[in-house]
C-alpha cells in the first residue's frame, strides 16, 4: 500500500493523526516507532576520505551538540569503513556499517534528520535528494546543497561547525519545524524530480511531451 510521507513521519515522530485529505492511505502494519534520541544518520560513498564527514562529526560537530542534547546519538549508515573511522564510534556516535535497502529505508523514516556535513564534492548529492524523498528533514553545508535550486526553502544550510551543531539542536526539539521540513522535502521533490517533471525538461528533445 502507497504511503503519504508526511502524514507517516508525523505519526511515527509525534503521534499526530493520518490526515484524511490525503491521497495515500497509511499502511498500520508498517509503522514502527523509534528511540527519539536516535535522530540522524548519514549515508557515505564507498570510498571514505581522510578527515572528512565523520571525523568532521566526531571532533567537531558531535561535542558541540552534545552540549545542547547530552543524550544525543549519531549513526553513520556505510560499508567498508576504514579502521580509523570505526575507531570513532563511542556512546553517542554508532557507525552502523553496511546496510541493506530495507534497513536503509527504515533509517529513513525512522530516523529524525538526516546529517550531510560534506567539506567537499561536486555537482548534485544523491544522499541529500533519496532523505528528501523520504520526507527526512535534511540539515548539510553548502556543498552538500550544490546543485539543489532553492535548496534553502527545503534543507537547513550551515557550513560553520558550531552554529550547525545549535542550529541541530535547536531544529530537533522544534516538533512544527520538523514537521514543515518534512512536507516541504515532499513537496520540492514533487516538483523538482518527479517523472512528470523530467518529461517537462527533456520531452521537447525527445518530442515526448
Known amino acids: 500500500m502507497k504511503r503519504c510521507k508526511s502524514c507517516h513521519y508525523r505519526r511515527v515522530m509525534f503521534g499526530y493523526p493520518h490526515d484524511p485529505a490525503c491521497h495515500y492511505a497509511v499502511d498500520e502494519g508498517e509503522l514502527r516507532g523509534c528511540d527519539p534520541e536516535d535522530c540522524f544518520r548519514y549515508r557515505p560513498k ?22 545542547y542534547l547530552p543524550d544525543v546519538k549519531i549513526h553513520i549508515l556505510g560499508s567498508n569503513a576504514p579502521k580509523e573511522v570505526l575507531e570513532l564510534a563511542n556512546e553517542h556516535l554508532i557507525i552502523e556499517g553496511f546496510v541493506t535497502d530495507e534497513q536503509l529505508e527504515w533509517f529513513y523514516r525512522n530516523m529524525r534528520i538526516s546529517l550531510v556535513p560534506l567539506r567537499y564534492g561536486a555537482g548534485i548529492k544523491g ?31 550551515e557550513d560553520d561547525g558550531k552554529e550547525l551543531a545549535r ?43
Open 46 to 67: 564507498k570510498k571514505w576520505r581522510r578527515g572528512g564527514f565523520a571525523e568532521r562529526i566526531a571532533d567537531e560537530i558531535l561535542p558541540e551538540l552534545l552540549k
Open 127 to 157: 544522499k541529500v535528494v533519496e532523505a528528501m524523498r523520504f520526507g527526512t528533514p535534511v540539515v548539510t553545508t553548502s556543498t552538500g546543497a550544490e546543485g539543489i535550486p532553492d535548496a534553502e526553502k527545503a534543507m537547513l544550510i
Open 167 to 209: 542550529k541541530l539542536a535547536e531544529l530537533y526539539n522544534d516538533a512544527e519545524k520538523l514537521v514543515s521540513m518534512s512536507e516541504n522535502c515532499i513537496g520540492y521533490i514533487q516538483e523538482n524530480y518527479s517523472p512528470s517533471n523530467a518529461i517537462q525538461v527533456i520531452g521537447p528533445d525527445f518530442d515526448i511531451c
